[in-house]
């Protein structure tokens, strides 16, 4: 093979610089590249071969699919127009300014409908989702109490019930109930995270970062799709400050740097948080508890 050219899968591969073949070591990143997600496109493929062509051994491994790049400009695209038209409404009044003249009144119209239905139903979802944080604590605390749906329900109207008052009569606590929700987050975020770490059993740095399993029954492809809901729905706030632009001082650029920064330290604390979980594994966990 003449020097700055490899063969890779059956197809000759120009390179930017000599590549020194070595036998053992592509036997070692063929076992490394596991089958499974090579074939779904996930990593491993592409990647090596672009390495390959720039004469260079691929070191690392990543998992960056065109619905998280879709998400990531979803959220730089909303920043550009929150600099443009900062505006207490949202998407419904982006699409009105923006969209052509003569389709403005339909457009606003289908997006303001779909924005109203799906707070309607984040509302539900979100009230939903702390009466079962209640209901989790208190079957740690009580092990032998079974929570029923109707207690449930009662818990989630309570909720409401609150949720109502501080919008209401107690608006004027907002700002503070914010910033102790905001010191809660990052504090919760460390007084999780350090127990664990310091306390629990650990998988090894192996099985965290290079093996996979896929145990959910369905192939990596519509897995890999019904999750990105869970991730979907825990950035749906990035719009917030939005709401609030015609109060903010120099709202054009401080919305958009709100918006951008906070995506990208939650994405941050997320991949921390996941890298704990799979890093605590329930297995080693019944092993010996934490």
Not at 32 to 46: A, S, T
Not at 157 to 164: E, L, M, N, S
Not at 222 to 249: K, R, W
């Amino acid at each position: 093979m003449a020097e700055g050219s490899l063969t890779h899968r059956g197809h000759d591969v120009e390179t930017k610089a000599p590549y020194q073949h070595n036998d053992a070591e592509e036997s070692k990143e063929s076992r490394e590249l596991e089958p499974g997600l090579d074939e779904h496109g996930i990593w491993g493929g592409q990647d090596y071969h672009d390495m390959m062509r720039l004469g260079k051994k691929q070191e690392f491994k990543r998992n960056f699919s065109l619905i998280s790049a879709l998400g990531f400009v979803s959220d730089l695209h909303g920043n550009e127009m929150a600099s443009m038209a900062p505006t207490s409404g949202g998407q419904y009044h982006w699409v009105s300014e923006f969209a052509p003249p003569q389709y403005q009144k339909a457009l606003s119209y289908a997006s303001g409908w779909m924005s109203t239905l799906g707070w309607i139903a984040s509302v539900a979802s979100s009230v939903y989702v702390c009466g079962t944080q209640i209901q989790a604590m208190v079957n740690v605390l009580q092990p032998d109490q079974v929570m029923t749906s109707w207690q449930l329900t009662l818990i989630m109207f309570a909720i409401i019930a609150i949720t109502i008052v501080f919008n209401t009569v107690g608006a004027k606590y907002l700002p503070m109930l914010e910033t102790l929700s905001l010191i809660g987050h990052i504090a919760g975020f460390f007084v999780v995270l350090i127990p664990l770490w310091v306390m629990c059993p650990k998988n090894s740095a192996h099985d965290v970062f290079v093996h996979f399993e896929a145990n959910g029954g369905w192939s990596l492809g519509p897995a890999y799709l019904v999750s990105q809901v869970t991730i979907i729905y825990c950035n749906l706030g990035s719009d917030s400050v939005v709401h609030i632009s015609e109060e903010v001082e120099d709202a054009s650029l401080t919305v958009p740097r709100c918006m951008f920064w906070s995506f990208v330290y939650n994405v941050l604390l997320g991949i921390i948080m996941l890298i704990t979980m799979v890093r605590i594994h329930p297995r080693r966990l019944e092993e010996d508890t934490c």
